[in-house]
């Protein structure tokens, strides 16, 4: 946690404490300074979370995912097993950008039902069976997931004939030319092109699956397998033109959190990992937005201690990361 701690104590270091402790001789650990940000993360930028967090619930499509971290002292659990940051992201056309992490101690399902509690619309995922557990939404499966796993298959060494690794590869690559030639178009024109142009393409896919033989266990066989257990999934993006082919949304927002844990390596508490997931989500969130992280955060410590929100919690929709105030002060 130590590149998020030192980005964020900065902050905190410059509106909670005003002075220059160093003058002083007062020295302050990471601890303390992590403790900084911990409380800062509960008492200001989780109310945003919290409202972002309902907005997210009312969008038509979103993108989830989740990557694993090490939290050192979590209870009835070994300092060195896995616990998990959950991404839950709007949709590119959404006119309101969100991507909320969130921490929790296991990979469950439950995690992301209980998130989405509330939520009816199209849920794009890979296709863990985890997420079988959020009910009442339509489930969107990732072509990218699927194409990486016939690309596995492709002999290194070229050969005068297609493998069929190849050939289903070719049915994936014609299916993502047709989203970036629909890619600009409104959701209702992406559809109505995407049914024209892409059904055909699926058709012979799937007529592929069927008639064609390869071991249970070769790479091959597995991609086929996986093609056949996500059909209903894989094919719902030609159901609402706010849809996507894949699932790369999510994977590229949760890499952030993938990069920055190769600096801090792990969180020392529950807490920590927690508040990191807010913190994440905000500074994710104000970049979709088109918004300097550090201004926006900063913004937002100087604005909340003085905003009354408890009593009104509808002033903290001026606080949003869209709000054209916010917009004009933090880009």
């Known amino acids: 946690m130590a590149t998020l701690c030192t980005f964020l104590c900065n902050l905190v270091y410059k509106t909670i404490a005003k002075y220059k402790w160093g003058n002083y001789g007062i020295v302050l650990s990471r601890a ?4 900084w940000v911990i409380t800062a993360s509960n008492l200001w930028l989780k109310p945003i979370y919290d409202l972002l967090h309902k907005q997210l619930l009312q969008s038509r499509a979103i993108h989830v995912d989740e990557t694993t971290m090490q939290v050192l002292k979590e209870p ?25 992490y969130q921490y929790k101690p ?3 399902g439950e995690n ?3 998130f989405l509690e509330g939520y009816h619309g199209f849920m794009h995922c890979d296709g863990y069976e985890g997420y079988n557990k959020v009910t009442d939404v339509t489930r969107v499966g990732c072509w990218a997931h699927l194409r990486r796993k016939l690309n596995d298959g492709i002999p290194k060494n070229s050969t005068k004939t297609k493998s069929q690794s190849e050939v289903g590869k070719d049915f994936c690559d014609e299916l993502f030319e047709v989203e ?11 559809l109505n092109l995407r049914k024209e142009k892409a059904t055909p393409i699926l058709n012979r896919f799937w007529n592929w699956v069927e008639h064609t033989n390869a071991l249970k266990n070769s790479i ?15 094919m719902n993006y030609l159901e609402d033109g706010e849809c996507q082919l894949s699932n790369n949304l999510a994977e590229r927002s949760i890499r952030p959190f993938v990069v920055g844990r190769k600096a801090w390596n792990f969180s020392t508490s529950t807490k920590g990992a927690a508040a ?3 913190v ?11 918004l300097d992280p550090y201004k926006y955060l900063n913004y937002l410590f100087e604005e909340l201690p003085d905003t009354p929100f408890k009593e009104y919690p509808e002033l903290l929709q001026a606080l949003l990361p869209w709000s054209a105030e916010v917009q004009e002060n933090c880009k």
């Open 106 to 108: 296991t990979r469950a």
């Open 112 to 114: 992301a039902r209980k």
């Open 32 to 35: 303390t300074m992590a403790n």
């Open 76 to 100: 009835n659990k070994p300092a060195t097993s896995k616990s998990y940051m959950w991404l839950y992201q709007s949709s590119k056309d959404a006119s309101e950008q969100m991507a909320l």
């Open 220 to 234: 091959l066989g597995k991609a086929l397998q996986y093609a056949k257990n996500q059909k209903v999934y894989l």
């Open 276 to 278: 990191s997931g807010v």
């Open 180 to 190: 970036r030639e629909i890619a600009y178009l409104s959701p209702e024109e992406r």
């Open 280 to 290: 994440y989500s905000l500074i994710q969130t104000a970049k979709l937005n088109g």
